[in-house]
């Protein structure tokens, strides 16, 4: 615990005495983030990445708003993960067991859309520093561990993200917030022996990873849970987690398979509730003054138009669309 730090330290040391949420809210795209042929029925729903960016155009987003990011390199996934993962991923020597657990196809597409949308939110922490806030429009793979991934998750995007965070000046712990429906278990123990980055999941117990691991908060939840307990939940959440960390910044997963209507989720949170949570995040931070990079997380409807709507509460929430 820093117990001299203030909260609000940021605002004058970064960004010189500018508001830290200022009018100006990042967002990051590439086309590629929906680019991806898979298998006919495969779970994963590809399309919606493109979805959430023509849904915030139609919402009134300008095509100027939003930033390309570049791939990550392959030196600094290194800061994260071993480098033989690294280069069988990136090579495709992978094993089909290793695959198989990533629950995606190899293809040199997907590399090239792996690659896009890691260095998508280790941009997006960049921007937040800069701007307060910014969100990707993908990310949050959770699963993702040292050597290997698992569901759907190939290098861990939130932990890069915290950790090149960690490099600018007055940046000292890095909270992560991880309200996707499954345990971010890979970050929990990728930043289990590392004190700047502090991390918080909520998550439902009878869900995947049937194994979880221990982040520095938990929060089991019971199958079923409605609004009103899971909001209070977030709430206890935030209030423990900034009182505990005093972070300095924060990385957000945004996941909204806790729906009602999600099916890999078993929670049964309503589309205003998601709209609510994310809103109770973004308003900690800014009461905290921390910056914070949102990511969208996990949310598996078969409609995409549906299953766009709810990922676009948080793009409300930010203030993005109305
Ligand atoms: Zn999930």
Redesign the pocket.
């Known amino acids: 615990m820093k117990q001299d730090d203030q909260p609000t330290r940021l605002t004058n040391s970064i960004n010189q005495g500018t508001p830290i949420f200022n009018n100006m809210t990042s967002l990051v795209f590439h086309p590629i983030y929906s680019q991806l042929n898979l298998p006919k029925n495969h779970r994963f729903p590809i399309q919606k990445y493109q979805g959430i960016k023509d849904r915030l155009m139609a919402g009134g987003a300008n095509e100027r708003d939003f930033v390309q990011p570049s791939p990550i390199s392959l030196d600094a996934l290194q800061a994260v993960h071993d480098s033989e993962y690294v280069s069988s991923f990136t090579d495709g020597s992978i094993s089909d067991k290793a695959i198989r657990r990533l629950g995606m196809p190899w293809s040199e597409q997907f590399v090239k859309r792996t690659l896009h949308a890691v260095g998508g939110t280790v941009l997006t922490g960049q921007l937040a520093i800069q701007n307060g806030i910014a969100l990707n429009l993908t990310g949050g793979y959770h699963h993702a561990f040292a050597d290997f991934g698992s569901g759907f998750c190939v290098f861990n995007d939130i932990v890069l993200c915290a950790k090149q965070m960690l490099k600018t000046p007055g940046i000292d712990r890095v909270l992560t917030f991880d309200c996707?429906?499954?345990q971010g278990d890979g970050t929990a123990l990728l930043a289990s022996n590392n004190d700047a980055i502090y991390t918080v999941s909520l998550h439902c117990e009878k869900n995947f990873p049937a194994r979880k691991q221990h982040s520095n908060l938990d929060f089991p939840l019971a199958k079923g849970m409605t609004d009103d307990e899971y909001l209070y939940t977030v709430e206890c959440a935030l209030q423990l987690a900034f009182n505990t960390a005093v972070p300095d910044a924060v990385v957000y997963d945004a996941?909204v398979?806790i729906h009602e209507a999600d099916d890999?989720?078993y929670l049964q949170v309503s589309t205003q509730g998601v709209y609510e949570r994310d809103k109770l995040v973004f308003e900690a931070c800014k009461r905290h003054g921390v910056p914070v990079a949102a990511v969208i997380?996990?949310g598996y409807q078969r409609n995409i138009d549906d299953l766009v709507e709810v990922h676009a509460q948080l793009y409300r929430a930010a203030g993005v669309i109305a």
């Open positions: 996707d429906v499954h996941g398979d890999l989720g997380g996990g």
